[in-house]
């Protein structure tokens, strides 16, 4: 405890965040760590695509999401970048990477004596224990905190047990068949377990300090993932691996446009009224709509991001290959995944637009029954057009709003900048003072 004492002596004490705080370079920093995951979920499943991978998949995703979420809670209290945090969240990060690295053998044979299913066990133990022990340091202050922590900690227990077992029991199973359903029943049980505590404790007993914070968090979070995806279509498809070809080179045009709009769907509009209305609310109301709108809704535009590079991949991946001819039909799985992928992204960006906003773009429902009947005819299509048929679509989307939405647009995007170069203004006018010289320095 001494040395612990000394140790939180020189490097400084844990600092709260404060209401008008921003996201700090070493949670950037940390989402990069975390961002891997999907990287490896969409690897490990682009393996071998089937029903039962994309299920165990999603799974994967929605128990780390809520690791990621308990992550934001307890920036919104702390400074992660500030004092000797950033060394105990290292131990987080070095947790959350063997999770990560050993995910693909969480989901594989579920009879054999691999080591993986342990391992994300143990990281997902040292991860919430160090989410914990940060939270109750930062909390002794304020005991209502700590019995609301002790209140919420039979989830981290249970969810815990729930992992170990899931990763013991299945190897004394001779049955692959019975063992995959015992391990696919106990992660679907560590989920509801997760999701259903957070809805049921709702906005009760918790803080949203930084409005800013929160939703620039999540924001990043976006980005990086779609970032992701299209750092896994590069490498699953194998354009590096091939000589350019007009259609190889058009595929990668399409993927780099077709997620760029997308980026414009949420970014554009939707995001930035929805920070206004975040900040906006207080008390309750700001952490049930921070709850629902970001930590729960933002899990399903994810998920559809990783579903259509899975599709992307698959579908580049023939256009690149020389064997394969251009008038080939997509991939049988290619294509729902595709078109499901963005469906998925664009319904949940539909109703994080209802929870913050209270409207609805019937622009994006027309898109979405769009997609859908498009699904059948695209099937049938060479991969490089039910790209461009997709593209089209949703940069067709974009353009549409861009138009209907031209006053709002504008009135939106007027306050946001106003806003902008209030805050730039302020800051230089503090930085200015490092220009003033010390008044015992004698003139030049």
Not at 118 to 124: D, E, T
Request: aromatic fraction near 10%; glycine fraction near 8%; hydrophobic fraction near 55%.
């Amino acid at each position: 405890m001494v040395g612990g004492n000394r140790w939180r002596g020189k490097l400084g004490p844990a600092v709260s965040i404060a209401p008008g705080a921003r996201v700090d370079k070493f949670e950037v920093f940390f989402d990069l760590v975390f961002v891997f995951s999907f990287f490896i979920i969409t690897r490990a499943t682009a393996i071998k695509i089937s029903g039962a991978s994309l299920f165990d998949a999603m799974l994967v995703l929605a128990v780390l999401w809520w690791v990621w979420v308990v992550h934001s809670v307890v920036a919104t209290r702390i400074r992660l970048g500030e004092g000797f945090v950033p060394a105990l969240m290292v131990v987080a990060m070095a947790a959350l990477f063997c999770f990560s690295l050993s995910l693909p053998q969480a989901f594989g044979q579920p009879t054999s004596m691999a080591a993986g299913p342990m391992v994300v066990a143990i990281s997902y133990v040292v991860i919430r224990a160090t989410h914990l022990l940060l939270y109750w340091h930062v909390a002794q202050e304020r005991p209502g905190e700590r019995r609301l922590l002790l209140r919420y900690s039979p989830e981290l227990m249970m969810s815990t047990a729930l992992l170990l077992a899931a990763a013991l029991i299945p190897q004394q199973i001779d049955d692959p068949g019975r063992a995959a359903i015992v391990r696919d029943g106990l992660w679907v049980t560590v989920i509801l377990l997760q999701y259903g505590v957070g809805l049921v404790a709702g906005a009760w007993g918790w803080m949203l300090a930084s409005a800013e914070h929160w939703t620039e968090r999540y924001d990043l979070i976006l980005i990086i993932a779609l970032g992701e995806s299209i750092i896994s279509v590069g490498v699953g498809s194998n354009l590096l691996g091939q000589p350019p070809t007009w259609a190889a080179v058009a595929a990668a045009v399409l993927g780099i446009v077709f997620t760029a709009a997308l980026w414009w769907a949420h970014f554009d509009v939707i995001g930035p009224a929805a920070r206004i209305a975040l900040h906006a609310a207080q008390g309750r109301p700001r952490v049930a709509m921070a709850l629902h709108a970001y930590a729960y809704l933002y899990l399903p535009m994810i998920a559809g991001i990783i579903l259509f590079a899975l599709g992307a991949e698959s579908i580049m991946h023939d256009i690149a290959e020389p064997s394969v001819p251009i008038t080939e039909p997509a991939p049988g799985h290619s294509v729902p995944l595709l078109f499901g992928g963005v469906i998925c992204y664009l319904a949940a960006s539909m109703l994080f637009q209802l929870r913050t906003l209270h409207t609805l773009s019937w622009s994006r429902l027309g898109t979405v029954l769009v997609l859908a009947a498009a699904i059948p005819l695209a099937t049938h299509l060479p991969g490089l057009v039910a790209l461009t048929l997709l593209t089209a679509i949703c940069v067709g989307m974009v353009a549409l709003e861009v138009v209907v939405m031209a006053d709002a647009r504008r009135a939106l995007r007027e306050a946001v900048f106003a806003e902008k170069t209030t805050h730039e203004a302020h800051e230089v006018a503090f930085r200015a003072r490092w220009h003033e010289k010390p008044s015992d320095e004698p003139p030049t």
